[in-house]
């Protein structure tokens, strides 16, 4: 199974953190498992117009980060996993979270208050878990 | 690693206006440069005198260890992509490959021939009537076909639709990926530059104002916002690119290698695109804000 890459040129996020970032992703979501072949350089490099540089330094701090190893002339492979948590427990968060958005439309929040919301929301517990 | 281009004090003067002045730079190999600046920033001079089609007025150059157009072995080190990407109108695709192949000692035909037949060019059809994105292509195919070791291309896609754009940065990163090979570039756009580029020189009034490799620029450069505050207050060692004021809130651009600590600054990460303006508009001394600080000031 080989994942593809794409690119936010707006996001303001290095490009090879957004590659770092979607590799996470599809090991979170289960798209990628470990010995799954991660896209090659050259592909990547021909599919959205980056420096093979940027590339290579992703795949090198996912082999940091022991997500994933380079086989010589072959590729890079992940070898590590990460836990998103059971797939099951998606499900009944999601619906939780569907009616919290839900309460806060009715409540006249617009996109943005939501997002700021829980933005800060999620700002003040993450602090809260160091502290 | 040895330096591609090293220059020390290069200067390039046309009549008595000095295109390129005090121009210090030793570009590392292995990297694809971006060479950015306004129109008239000098970054067309700076190229020309890289691939020797000028002799500096100032200083040195150095291309690859060698003086640059030195003989034949320094030509058939370096490629260079002229803007607009020329081509010889009345000649076929089928003629520029037979000229690439006779004036290129190092010359790869079979790279050649498999880069137009992926293009989907016909050998037979004459250049002149040729795309704009597709003569670029057959002019990068020219150049990297030689094999050279460091590739110039001036504008290399300014003319060119979004389209034939994206289209050729694919192939010269693929190019990139495939022969070890360094690359300058240079634009007037940044976002041409953004995905390509990992090493970068802003060039702005005939001087170069930054350069280094694109990661440890937009590491050493933070914006902060907070209250008013006179940039002369900060420590030793934050450089102000850019500031601006209101007369309750300041903004700063600065440059440290060391960490922000004062508490009463909000730290952004800067952009590319707004590194290099900030450095661009240090150049044209446009300081509309700063009339506002003086205003404040009285």
Known sequence: MVIEFHLDARSGVAPYRQLIHQVRQALRLGLLREGDQLPKVKDVVAGLAINPNTVLKAYRELEYEGLAAARPGIGTFVTGTLDGGPLAAHGPLRRDLQRWLARARQAGLDDESIEALFASAFRSASEEDIA | ?298
């Open chain 2, 1 to 298: 690693m040895s330096a591609v281009i090293e220059t020390s004090g290069l200067g390039k003067r046309y009549r008595r206006r000095w295109a390129l002045t005090d121009c210090t730079l030793s570009i590392p190999a292995g990297h694809v440069v971006g060479l950015v600046g306004p129109n008239g920033a000098g970054k067309t001079t700076l190229l020309s005198l890289a691939v020797g089609l000028l002799a500096p007025d100032a200083g040195t150059i150095e291309v690859l260890g060698g003086t640059p157009a030195a003989g034949q072995a320094q030509l058939a080190r370096v490629a260079f992509l002229a803007q607009d990407a020329p081509v010889y109108p009345g000649l076929s695709v089928a003629d520029h490959l037979k000229l690439g192949a006779r004036l290129n000692p190092g010359w790869d035909g079979g790279l050649a021939r498999g880069r137009v037949a992926r293009l989907d060019l016909d050998p037979s059809q004459k250049a002149g009537t040729l795309s704009g994105g597709q003569r670029a292509q057959l002019a990068l195919t020219l150049a990297v076909a030689k094999h050279p070791e460091l590739l110039v291309l001036d504008e290399p896609v300014a003319s060119l639709d979004p389209l034939a754009r994206r289209e050729f940065l694919q192939d010269l990163m693929e190019a990139v990926a495939e022969q070890e090979l360094s690359v300058v570039l240079s634009s007037h756009l940044v976002a041409d530059l953004e995905r390509v580029c990992d090493y970068l020189i802003v060039l702005a009034g005939s001087r170069v104002r930054v350069a280094g490799p694109v990661d440890e620029l937009l590491a050493t450069h933070h914006l902060l916002s907070g209250p008013y505050r006179d940039p002369g207050t900060l420590p030793a060692g934050q450089e102000v690119i850019s500031a601006s004021h209101t007369d309750v809130q300041t903004t700063l651009l600065v440059r440290t290698d060391g960490p922000v600590l004062d508490p009463a600054w909000t730290i952004s990460e800067v952009g590319l695109e707004d590194l290099v303006l900030a450095y661009m508009s240090q150049a044209t001394g446009r300081r509309r804000r700063d009339h506002h600080h003086l205003e404040v000031q009285k």
